[in-house]
């Protein structure tokens, strides 16, 4: 009996030993494919490279996945130093996913005003570096505003009124604030123009998102008809032709409703005489 109860629980603790050591090795296994993920910071710098929607969907996927695996992790079968490290990990994927997922429901998430006035009112280093970022900047509107098109699926409409104000905002820092910014820069003369030429296509781009988002407000805006809005109420020319009731089944609905309306216009037939109708 005593040999048994041995077996038993050397059995159990092999067991578990096998299990700890199959959880640390996943938790390694999981820790290496995190390091080599690129958790990049769009749409909130517009000065990096600009993904697609693709690539962000493609992101997006890749943290689920890395997600569902780490949960699949038992912390407790962990030293106390990777359980820490795997609850460090844990907030951070959640981060990651949130900066993902949202993108597909706030439209006043792009906004490269938030990027361009503290380079366009401040005093933000030399006057040629700020206008070499301006410039990186402005080229770059464009694709970041069409990959924000592309992600915006289920808009909010309290967040599409605030991208309309934010995109107005980001139109008068560039009429007003950058003709300031180029004089005070003294730039020769073909740098200045290719950043009027980015300029231009940058408002062109902010303009083509303005009308977008104005677009989504006036869908949000429409009235939503339920089924029962298209179903026409009976007239009294209706009423008056309806089929004679059958016995089986009794009276019309229509009939029992109405038949007070009925009677008057029985009663008003009547008074009329035949000759008068």
């Given at each position: 009996?005593?040999?048994?109860?041995?077996?038993?629980?050397?059995?159990?603790?092999?067991l578990l030993l096998t299990t700890a050591?199959?959880?640390?090795?996943?938790?390694?296994?999981?820790?290496?494919?995190?390091?080599?993920?690129?958790?990049?910071?769009?749409?909130?710098?517009?000065?990096?490279?600009?993904?697609?929607?693709?690539?962000?969907?493609?992101?997006?996927?890749?943290?689920?996945?890395?997600?569902?695996?780490?949960?699949?992790?038992?912390?407790?079968?962990?030293?106390?130093?990777?359980?820490?490290?795997?609850?460090?990990?844990?907030?951070?994927?959640?981060?990651?996913?949130?900066?993902?997922?949202?993108?597909?429901?706030?439209?006043?998430?792009?906004?490269?005003?938030?990027?361009l006035a503290p380079l366009l009112e401040?005093?933000?280093?030399?006057?040629?570096?700020?206008?070499?970022?301006?410039?990186?900047?402005?080229?770059?509107?464009?694709?970041?505003?069409?990959?924000?098109?592309?992600?915006?699926?289920?808009?909010?409409?309290?967040?599409?009124?605030?991208?309309?104000?934010?995109?107005?905002?980001?139109l008068r820092l560039l009429r007003e604030?950058?003709?300031?910014?180029?004089?005070?820069?003294?730039?020769?003369?073909?740098?200045?123009?290719?950043?009027?030429?980015?300029?231009?296509?940058?408002?062109?781009?902010?303009?083509?998102?303005?009308?977008?988002?104005?677009?989504?407000?006036?869908?949000?805006?429409?009235?939503?008809?339920?089924?029962?809005?298209?179903?026409?109420?009976?007239?009294?020319?209706?009423?008056?032709?309806?089929?004679?009731?059958?016995?089986?089944?009794?009276?019309?609905?229509?009939?029992?409703?109405?038949?007070?309306?009925?009677?008057?216009?029985?009663?008003?037939?009547?008074?009329?005489?035949?000759?008068?109708?």
């Amino acid at each position: 009996m005593r040999r048994m109860f041995f077996l038993g629980y050397a059995c159990m603790a092999c067991l578990l030993l096998t299990t700890a050591c199959g959880e640390e090795a996943a938790f390694r296994r999981w820790e290496r494919d995190w390091e080599k993920t690129p958790r990049p910071v769009y749409p909130t710098a517009v000065e990096g490279v600009i993904p697609t929607a693709a690539e962000i969907g493609n992101e997006l996927e890749l943290y689920r996945e890395l997600a569902g695996r780490l949960h699949a992790i038992n912390p407790s079968a962990l030293d106390e130093n990777k359980r820490q490290r795997w609850t460090r990990y844990t907030a951070e994927l959640k981060a990651a996913l949130e900066s993902r997922e949202y993108l597909s429901t706030d439209p006043a998430a792009f906004h490269i005003g938030g990027t361009l006035a503290p380079l366009l009112e401040g005093d933000s280093g030399k006057a040629a570096q700020r206008m070499q970022r301006i410039g990186e900047c402005l080229e770059k509107t464009p694709a970041y505003y069409e990959t924000a098109k592309q992600l915006l699926k289920r808009p909010e409409p309290a967040r599409t009124l605030e991208a309309i104000e934010k995109q107005l905002q980001t139109l008068r820092l560039l009429r007003e604030s950058l003709p300031v910014q180029l004089a005070a820069a003294s730039l020769d003369e073909a740098t200045e123009q290719r950043i009027l030429e980015k300029a231009y296509q940058a408002k062109l781009a902010v303009k083509d998102y303005l009308a977008f988002c104005e677009s989504l407000h006036f869908e949000q805006q429409r009235p939503r008809h339920s089924l029962f809005s298209f179903i026409r109420k009976p007239h009294l020319a209706d009423i008056c032709q309806l089929p004679a009731p059958c016995i089986a089944c009794g009276p019309h609905p229509l009939e029992t409703n109405d038949v007070g309306v009925l009677e008057s216009f029985q009663h008003s037939s009547e008074r009329a005489g035949p000759g008068n109708q």
